[in-house]
C-alpha cells in the first residue's frame, strides 16, 4: 500500500480500544486473508483451489463449507467461479450464518429484503439459511453494483424466490411497509475494515467521512425500521471499525423505535478472538482472521408502520403449465405458476407474483422478478431454456444435449468465442459444462457452436 493507515484513526482506535489498537493497526499493513465459501447446491468432484486451501472456516454451520486459501488466485480463470460453484467473501463476513440459530423464529419468514445488497455476498447466505418458501427482496441503488448483484444471484440460485431491485430505501417503503420479517442492512460505511485491499479506503478517511456515513446510515435504518413487521428482526452490520457506526447506531435505534436486542454474545465463544460488545460481535482484523465485520441483531417489538394497504395492480400475464409441458428440459414445479414478462418466462410463487406487480405498479426499478425459465428469443423456434434456469435444481440435466469442455475451451467459451466440434455434436441448444456443472448454453449447427453466454458476464482477459 502506498497510502498510510491514517493517523487520525490510529489515535481513534488507540482511545476506542486500546488494549487492540496495535494488533488491529499492524494487521491493516498487512495482505488481507483470502477465503470462500462452497455454494451447497453444487455437487463438485473436487473443492476448488484445494491445493491452496488452508484452514477450514470454523465458524461456520454443518451445512455450510467454506475454507481460507493460502493465496489469492486468478478465480475469473477459473470456469467454477464464473459458474456460481463458490462464492469468494470474507470469513468475517460470514458470521451471518454463525448467529443464525439464536434469532428464534417465532414463526417462518415470509418476506426478507437485504437492503443494502451488492456485490451479493450476504443475499447468497441468506438464500441459503431462509426456508424455500421465503421471498427474498435484493436491493441495491447503483446500477453498475447492481449488474453484478443480479449475476452474482443468477448463478448462485438462479435467483428463485427473489426479487431483485434498484432503489432508493425510501421509494422501497411504500412497497414494503411494516411487511418485512427480516431486514438485513449491511450498511455502507466508512470501510476501516477495508483498509487491507483498498488503497481508496485509506485515502478517503477522514472523520468527516465517519460523520457523513453516520447520517447516510441513519436514513437508511429509519426506512427499514418502517419496512420491520411487529415481531421482525433486523440485522445490522458493517465491516467498519469505529463506534459511531457500530454499537453507538445500535443504541441510537434503541432510543428511538420499539426495539430490543437479540443477544448473539454467546457466538463470540465460537469466533477465536471475537468481542462481544454490550450490543453486538465485533471482528476485528489482526484478531480474527479475516477483514473484520460488525454484526448486531434487533427485535421489533411494536409497529412503527402498519402495512401498506393492498391496491389493485394489474396482474401478471400468466402462462399456462399446458402450454410449457412438453419442454423436456424443465422439470416439475410446486406451488409456483409461470407468468410472461416481456419475452422471458419466470416461475414465481403466487406471493412473489403479487408483490411484482405491486412493484411495476409503484414504477420501481425492477431488474429481475424472480427465477426466469425460458425465452421466447425466437418466436419461431419455440421456448429456449434461460440462463438462470441451469443453476436450479428445476433444470433436468439429462433432457438437453451437453458437451463438457476443458479448461482452456472453457475459457474461450466464456469470453463469448464460437467453437468447432469434432465429432459433429446434435444441433439445436446445447449445455456448455466444466467438471460437470453447467456453465451456459450454446447453438449448435453441428460443426460450430454459437455462443449464447449471456454478453455482460464474458470473460475479459
Known amino acids: 500500500m502506498q497510502t498510510p493507515v491514517p493517523s487520525g484513526l490510529i489515535a481513534k482506535l488507540a482511545q476506542d480500544y486500546p488494549e487492540h489498537a496495535t494488533r488491529i493497526v499492524e494487521a491493516l499493513e498487512t495482505p488481507p486473508s483470502v477465503s470462500l465459501r462452497l455454494n451447497p447446491a453444487r455437487t ?57 440459530e439464536q434469532l428464534d ?71 414494503l411497509r411494516g411487511a418485512c420479517d427480516l431486514i438485513l442492512v449491511d450498511a455502507p460505511c466508512s470501510g476501516e475494515g477495508l483498509m487491507r485491499r483498498d488503497e481508496e479506503a485509506r485515502r478517503m478517511w477522514s472523520p468527516q467521512l465517519v460523520a457523513d456515513c453516520v447520517s447516510r446510515q441513519r436514513a437508511i435504518l429509519q426506512e427499514a425500521m418502517r419496512m420491520l413487521a411487529p415481531e421482525g428482526i433486523l440485522l445490522y452490520a458493517t465491516c467498519t471499525l469505529n463506534q459511531e457506526e457500530n454499537d453507538q447506531m445500535v443504541q441510537w435505534l434503541l432510543d428511538h423505535y420499539p426495539c430490543e436486542l437479540i443477544d448473539i454474545s454467546r457466538f463470540a465463544e465460537r469466533i477465536a478472538g471475537a468481542y462481544a460488545t454490550s450490543y453486538g460481535l465485533h471482528l476485528w482484523p489482526g484478531i480474527v ?60 410463487t403466487p406471493e412473489a407474483a403479487q408483490l411484482v406487480a ?72 446445447t449445455v456448455i459444462t466444466y467438471r460437470g456443472i453447467p456453465l451456459g448454453l450454446a447453438h449448435s449447427t453441428g460443426s460450430r457452436l454459437n455462443n449464447l453466454y449471456p454478453k455482460p458476464y464474458r470473460l475479459r482477459i
Open 289 to 348: 482472521r479475516g477483514e473484520g465485520q460488525y454484526l448486531a441483531a434487533l427485535r421489533l417489538t411494536d409497529i412503527v408502520e402498519p402495512p401498506s394497504e393492498a391496491r389493485k395492480a394489474k396482474s401478471l400475464t400468466r402462462t399456462s403449465r399446458q402450454e410449457l409441458a412438453g419442454l423436456s428440459w424443465l422439470s416439475e414445479t410446486t406451488v409456483a405458476d409461470y407468468y410472461t414478462i416481456g419475452e422471458r418466462i419466470y416461475q414465481l
Open 44 to 100: 463438485l468432484s473436487a473443492r476448488p483451489f484445494a491445493e491452496l486451501e488452508d484452514g477450514t472456516i470454523p465458524w461456520l454451520p454443518a451445512e455450510l463449507e467454506g475454507y481460507w486459501l493460502s493465496e489469492r488466485p486468478l478465480f475469473a480463470l477459473n470456469p467454477l467461479w464464473h459458474a456460481g460453484a463458490y462464492y469468494v467473501q470474507d470469513a468475517s463476513a460470514m458470521t451471518l450464518a454463525t448467529i443464525w
Open 358 to 429: 405491486e412493484a411495476y405498479r409503484e414504477r420501481l426499478a425492477v431488474t429481475t422478478p424472480g427465477l426466469e425459465i425460458a425465452s421466447m428469443r425466437h418466436q419461431a423456434k419455440g421456448y429456449e431454456p434461460s440462463f438462470a434456469l441451469l443453476h436450479h435444481k428445476l433444470y433436468d440435466a439429462v433432457k438437453l444435449p451437453a458437451l463438457e469442455l476443458p479448461l482452456e475451451e472453457a475459457l474461450r467459451y466464456l469470453r463469448g468465442e464460437a467453437l468447432t466440434t469434432e465429432p459433429p455434436t446434435e444441433r439445436g441448444i
Open 105 to 175: 423464529w417465532h414463526t417462518a419468514p415470509r418476506l426478507a429484503l437485504d437492503l443494502c445488497a451488492a456485490p451479493g455476498g450476504k443475499s447468497t447466505l441468506l438464500r441459503d439459511l431462509l426456508p424455500d418458501t421465503t421471498l427474498l427482496v435484493s436491493n441495491e441503488i447503483l446500477p453498475k453494483r447492481c449488474k453484478i448483484l443480479v449475476e452474482n444471484l443468477v448463478k448462485w440460485c438462479g435467483a428463485d424466490q427473489m426479487i431483485i431491485t434498484q432503489e432508493e430505501p425510501q421509494r422501497l417503503t411504500p412497497l
